[in-house]
């Protein structure tokens, strides 16, 4: 199994996988969107986690037309309806909370990747 924490991915490899300028990254960096490791040498480097988040942010920003004020509002959004399935998943009996979870799956959401949260959950 992959693990999905690991930094693994470099800047410019990513850059060239979403299409953006790797200026466009630290941009996002400095923005506080997304978290880098470094190695060594001070190279940036992604996991597996953070180059979905930027695939995510690149999405929302050249598909959508989302500014970032607007990506980090969502960005939150998705960690706060994360944070309440967590709790929720403590009180919910589990036959209870996976019919609740298949019943959101199920629910349009314009710009919160609902599939991406429940995975985190899991």
Known sequence: MIDEK???YMIGIVAKLVGVHPQTLRFYEKE???KAARTEGQTRL???IEFRKIKKIVYLTKEKGVNIAGVKEILK???DVYNLLKILKEFLQE???EKFLDN???IHFKSLDIEE???KLK
């Open 77 to 79: 959004m998705e960690e």
């Open 117 to 119: 949260i429940i995975k």
């Open 95 to 97: 036959e209870t909370f």
């Open 104 to 106: 959101l799956k199920n």
């Open 32 to 34: 506080g969107l997304i």
């Open 46 to 48: 992604y996991s597996e």
């Open 6 to 8: 690991k930094p693994v």
